[in-house]
């Protein structure tokens, strides 16, 4: 059967009805938008594409929030120390074991998830002020821990790492370094925005609207919402990895409250649950910040 949209975009098939990109004109603003950042360093300098892999990892970061509190309702206010756990996860294993930089990257954001389940679990039976309260809890224990093993951060001094070198790809440069930002970026949109399409993300956004209703129509609370922890913080972890590799040194600085208050205010601006809202908003408040 073929069914018009309001906007007068006729479907005819499921496929075509599930696709992202759907006309023609959105195909050549997408491709328009992946010339434009791929040739971007060839006539901007290089103040400009070091800018944006700041943004693009605060993108990573906002994407996984996103999905806590913009998707799901889960409002955490500790997503920079969950980034810390990334950071310091991913510079321990490339420099201390020399493991490949993809492996640090995927078990930087495990780590990171895992131990948002730790908090996640206990939160998942409150919910409003007292699960913000106990996020922020997580925030000031996570700083703490990791200042407490200097043997395994380097306490106040963090632990240094660098760039890797991939397939005899030498990403020490700053424009190698932007290309594969700017990838990873690219692939962790993709990933989100389809994951909220599936099972997962409509359990999510259910739980958001009416979490009673949710658990009437069959869907279980302390699990999709330790899920949404688990999953808000891998990306975290992912983008507190990048972080490091982009500075050559985890540091708890810039993990600080301050940074996560940060994260949920360009998740707000932008608009909570809207993936399009949480990549304007992380590019808006770090342009004037």
């Not at 889960?74 to 969950?82: E, R």
């Not at 510079?91 to 780590?111: D, H, K, N």
């Not at 895992?114 to 000031?140: C, E, N």
Request: net charge positive; aromatic share 12%; glycine share 10%.
């Amino acid at each position: 059967m073929r069914t018009e949209l309001p906007a007068g975009l006729v479907v005819s098939s499921y496929k075509s009805d599930m696709a992202i990109i759907r006309t023609r004109l959105q195909w050549g603003l997408f491709l328009a938008l992946l010339a434009f950042l791929y040739t971007l360093p060839l006539f901007a300098g290089e103040f400009i594409y070091t800018f944006l892999v700041t943004i693009c990892i605060t993108i990573v970061a906002v994407h996984g929030l996103n999905i806590q509190t913009g998707y799901c309702g889960q409002i955490n206010l500790g997503q920079a120390a969950f980034m810390a756990v990334g950071a310091y996860t991913s510079a321990i294993l490339f420099t201390r074991m020399g493991l490949p930089f993809f492996v640090c990257i995927l078990c930087a954001g495990l780590c990171s998830g895992l131990v948002g389940l730790i908090f996640g679990l206990p939160a998942s039976r409150i919910k409003g002020l007292y699960l913000a309260m106990s996020t922020v809890a997580a925030q000031f224990l996570i700083m703490w821990a990791i200042l407490q093993v200097p043997q395994l951060t380097g306490g106040v001094n963090g632990a240094p790492t660098s760039r890797p070198v991939i397939f005899g790809i030498d990403f020490s440069s700053e424009i190698a370094w932007y290309y594969l930002v700017i990838s990873i970026t690219i692939i962790v949109t993709w990933v989100v925005k389809n994951l909220m399409r599936t099972k997962i993300g409509r359990a999510f956004v259910a739980i958001r609207d009416n979490d009673l209703a949710a658990q009437i129509g069959g869907i279980n609370l302390t699990t999709y919402k330790a899920m949404a922890f688990f999953i808000g913080c891998f990306f975290a972890g992912i983008a507190g990895s990048m972080w490091a590799h982009t500075n050559y040194i985890a540091h708890h600085e810039p993990f600080s409250f301050e940074t996560s208050i940060w994260l949920l205010g360009m998740l707000i601006i932008g608009g909570m649950g809207s993936i399009t809202g949480g990549i304007l908003g992380s590019i808006f408040l770090k342009s004037i910040s």
